[in-house]
């Protein structure tokens, strides 16, 4: 007889996007004449650089010679694109890391993820509500969450830090002591960022209780304020406490192509149940040399392209392009009214739903009233009841007609 994993049963259904999708079928299908704009879209939509695409058929032309081929490479990654990624986001900040501290994945999905691989069952897990999925989700595979409750929507064990209007998106440090603490910054799906001052806190306070802090940093390349942290490293002592998840996908627009990296500093350590100091990056290693086999060399030569002045060009302009559509939704929804957050920092508009609407019930408003199809913030975890997920990632033209579109709405 095989025994599962019984955690496995404790992950609630998110029905989220699939509700969405049935709900969305059901209205087209009521109302097959009406053009419906998705502006729910998580995913990039403009196509890949060039200079990227050039650099992967060079590749891939580099695979058909003998002298050339490339078979499995190290599974840390290859150091012509470590080497990019140190010069270009980090030692032009200031900030200084070696090779061996960064590890290529071929995503920040499964890197914030299998983590976990690594950190003992007994430590407290403490995430912002509401939060990207996947650390609540793989610590609740770990064994890390106790058990669900059905009247608060939270795990027993888990530490919720509720991001909302009232504290300004801004979590308030835990009253109890906790041991892995989740932060992403630009926040999916807030739309909000954290200053140096208030990250420095969490520094601060990792440091003191010996904790470890995940930062994912997917959407750092779409910070627009000068004063906003692009990497968790410009904390002072940060490389004594966190770890860093970066990834392309957003970036650079490699959803599809898969590829990320994490930071792990050699400072940072763990401790065994003794008491005794582990390098958290000697584990890491362990685990990806176990597990994992590398990203393919035509994936990271890809990557590696966009640290050229052409591949900068090109993917500033994309990122252009989906900040001015988040600025346009942001704008149009403040113009009747709405009170919104983010969208200036990352590609997410946030809002806030009026006379205590929940989020579902807007959802089925915007879709009667304007054609437009989001994503309720109830999806995100408790905290984002009564809030409502835009994002900038449509084409401008669904953009600028579903800002004409809600407009209309209240009129
Ligand atoms: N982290 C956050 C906060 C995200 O929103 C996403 C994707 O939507 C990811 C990580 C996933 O990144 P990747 O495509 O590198 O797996």
Redesign the pocket.
Known sequence: MTNINENFLKLQNNYLFSTVRKKVEEYQKQNPTKKIINLGI??VTLPIPKSVIEAMKNACDEMRDSTTFKGYGPEQGYDFLKEKILQKDYYSRGIKLEKDEIFI????????GNISDIFGTNNRVAITDPV?P?YLDSNVMAGRSGEYIEQNGQYEKIVYLPCDCENNFIPELPKTKVDMIYL?YP???TGTVLTKAQLQQWVEYAKKTKAVILF?A??EAYITEPEIPHSIYEIEDAKKVAIE?K????TAG??GI???YTVIPKEVVGYTRNGNEISINALWNRRQCSKFNGVSYITQKGAEAIYTEEGKKEIQKNIHYYLENAKMIKQALENIGFQTYGGVNSPYIWLKTQKQQKSWEFFDELLEKSHIVGTPGSGFGPSGEGYFRLTGFGSRENTINACISMKNMLQ
């Open positions: 998580g995913d994945s071929d995503g920040s999905k499964c890197d914030t990207y996947v992403c926040n999916n799906p994912d997917a959407y998840f990834s392309f996908s957003k490699f959803t898969r590829c990320a």
